[in-house]
Structures are given as structure tokens and as C-alpha cells.
């Protein structure tokens, strides 16, 4: 089945410092992938939409400047945090849908747990 | 609009026993949605999905009932094992789009051995 993968799993960083998170499709092509944040004992909630080639679209509240998404390739979505502080150690998440599924594929990546020190 | 979880409401049951875990969702034009398991730590792992067209489907030990009029959708687990004691989503989206997947707030279920 289709595969996503997320790196790092846990990162603890300064604040202040940039972290990069990774998401790859490791068995299709995504041309879609889509950025999760989530805080303990809650659900998970919408960043931003990534499009391969295209700028990400984001959602009403989630700083674009601070969250930097970039989709460069059908099989690679980034997000970089920026200028890290502890209210943005949180759970990060990507999703990526198949493309030739399309409609029904999403697959989750295991999750980043980042901790702002 | 995003369903904000403030706190997850837990569902404890014995080891044997039937788990009904129920979600109101949000959109009334969302016809396609689908169940994930998520462990500590972890990210969201597939469990059953159904489209608007359908009012039940049935999985292995897994069944979900959609029901469009109250817009309530309900997963319900046979034989409920310890490996099933996790946090439940039902996340809701157009099918025809590719828009993300809009997450309910989720039920912690707790298999008691």
C-alpha cells in the first residue's frame, strides 16, 4: 500500500533556530500533500495545502512566513518553521494523496513531535 | 470550517465487548468520510472509509453507519481488543475535490482486559 514517510520523528530545537520537516511519498506520486498541526488531546488541524510546483495555499490563521511549505517534486513536500518558539512545539503531520487514486488516497505520515526549547 | 477538539472524551469498555464510537460531522454537502486510528504518538492509520451513497459498510471486526439526515456517523468495533485502545477521528470531504480532510474531535477508547 501506499507509504508515506516523515522526517525527523522528534526533533528538539532553540528558539529562535528553523527546523525543516520532511514528508515523502515513498511508492506513488503525490501531487497533493497537506500539513497537519496538533496539540496534545485535540484533533488534528488543517496548515496548509501544498501543491506540487505551486505555492501552498494556507489556512485563515497560519503565519505563511513561519511556516514555509515547499512541494518541489511529485514525491517531496518540506515544511520549515522559522524563528521556533515554545508555542510551536506541537505534533506536525502531512498527508500526501495519491495521484492516481486521487480522490480516496491519503496517507498519513508516523508524525513529527517538535519541541521548542 | 476546522473542528477544534478542547478535550477528548474517553470510552471504556471490557475486552469482548461491542465499541460504538459516534462523530457529528460538520459539512452537510461532505459525501465521502472516513475513520482513522491514531496510537500515542503516532500518525492517523486508515480503518474504513464510506461514501455518501451508502448508509453502512463493514469492515473486518469494523462497521460504519452514515447517517445523512443528522449528518452522524458511528464506528463500531466487534470484539474489542487492547490493541484496539486508541484515539478515534472520523475525518469528512468532498469526493469529487481535492480539498484536506476536516478531522472531528476524536474519542480516546480504553479496552479494559
Known amino acids: 500500500g501506499a507509504v508515506v514517510s516523515q522526517h525527523p520523528s522528534r526533533v528538539i530545537c532553540k528558539s529562535g533556530t528553523s527546523v525543516k520537516i520532511e514528508c515523502r511519498s515513498l511508492d506513488f506520486q503525490a501531487t497533493t500533500m497537506f500539513w497537519y498541526r496538533q496539540f496534545p488531546k485535540q484533533s488534528l488541524m488543517l496548515m496548509a495545502t501544498s501543491n506540487e510546483g505551486s505555492k501552498a495555499t494556507y489556512e485563515q490563521g497560519v503565519e505563511k512566513d513561519k511556516f514555509l511549505i515547499n512541494h518541489a517534486s511529485l514525491t517531496l513536500s518540506t515544511l520549515t518553521v522559522t524563528s521556533a518558539h515554545p508555542e510551536d512545539s506541537s505534533f506536525y503531520i502531512c498527508?500526501?494523496?495519491?495521484?492516481?487514486?486521487?480522490?480516496?488516497?491519503?496517507?498519513f505520515g508516523s508524525g513529527t513531535r517538535l519541541t521548542v526549547v | 470550517g476546522e473542528s477544534v477538539g478542547l478535550h477528548l472524551p474517553t470510552l471504556s469498555v471490557q475486552e469482548g465487548d461491542n465499541s460504538i464510537i459516534n462523530c457529528a460531522y460538520s459539512n452537510s454537502a461532505s459525501d465521502y468520510f472516513i475513520w482513522y486510528k491514531q496510537e500515542s504518538g503516532k500518525g492517523p492509520q486508515f480503518i474504513i472509509d464510506i461514501r455518501s451513497n451508502m448508509d453502512k459498510r463493514q469492515g473486518q471486526r469494523v462497521t460504519v453507519l452514515l447517517n445523512k439526515t443528522v449528518k452522524h456517523l458511528s464506528l463500531q468495533i466487534a470484539a474489542t481488543q487492547p490493541g484496539d485502545s486508541a484515539v478515534y477521528f472520523c475525518?469528512?470531504?468532498?469526493?469529487?475535490?481535492?480539498?484536506?480532510?476536516?478531522f472531528g474531535s476524536g474519542t480516546r477508547l480504553q479496552v479494559q482486559p
Open positions: 475525518a469528512e470531504n468532498f469526493y469529487t475535490g481535492r480539498r484536506a480532510l476536516t
Open positions: 498527508s500526501a494523496q495519491d495521484k492516481g487514486t486521487g480522490l480516496y488516497g491519503y496517507t
